[in-house]
């Protein structure tokens, strides 16, 4: 049977068992296609979900269009990725972040400290102000350096004490200022060190 495409208006030849199942309306595929496109979107299709929802930005107060479905999600607050940057920047920081376990902020404090500060002082004095893996010497070049990780010190200070806060914890802790578990090292070295350093004969 002969018949015109409803796209292109194009003849083109369709089986009489098509017609009779009220197919054979098209001359390809890619007409098809566009027929969907044009009478199948929107509240027509299928995966319908209702549309898009004006918006306020959480950031800069602009308005804008965003899908239903990311609003059920609870996203779709932002309008675009530099205003999501801004929010991520002020809501997911220090214990907020999702790859917050503490220890950061926690070592950065022990660092300050006057106790902290004499176990370097004491790592230095017994490497005679010497990196020991490369000899150097120049003095704010140094770092001391953990041998077992400050980090892995205040988990296992943490998990022993679990009574105490976790800075008692810390400063009671005898292996953190333990000069044997530290070594001497300059900053390029330092940088060097993945995770543990072998001890050396001191």
């Not at 979900?49 to 607050?77: N, V």
């Not at 300050?112 to 004491?122: D, G, L, P, S």
Request: proline share 1%; aromatic share 10%; charged share 25%.
């Amino acid at each position: 049977m002969i018949k015109k495409c409803l796209i292109c208006n194009s003849e083109f030849v369709a089986k009489n068992s098509f017609v009779k199942k009220g197919d054979g309306k098209f001359c390809s595929r890619k007409c098809y296609g566009k027929w969907r496109a044009l009478y199948f979107r929107g509240n027509k299709n299928s995966a319908w979900r209702g549309g898009k929802i004006e918006q306020t930005c959480k950031i800069c107060g602009k308005q804008f269009l965003s899908d239903r479905r990311f609003i059920l999600k609870g996203y779709g607050f932002l309008c675009s990725k530099k205003c999501r940057h801004k929010w991520q920047s002020k809501t997911y920081r220090g214990k907020n972040h999702i790859k917050w376990l503490g220890k950061t902020s926690i070592a950065t404090q022990i660092r300050a400290t006057a106790q902290y500060k004499e176990w370097r002082q004491n790592v230095f004095i017994r490497d005679r102000f010497t990196c020991r893996k490369c000899n150097d010497n120049r003095g704010g070049n140094l770092q001391a350096h953990h041998i077992r990780l400050l980090s892995v010190l205040i988990k296992e200070a943490k998990n022993l004490m679990p009574l105490f806060d976790i800075e008692t914890a810390i400063m009671a802790y005898t292996p953190i200022w333990n000069i044997s578990n530290g070594i001497t090292l300059c900053e390029k070295c330092h940088k060097k060190t993945k995770h543990v350093v072998k001890n050396p004969n001191l």
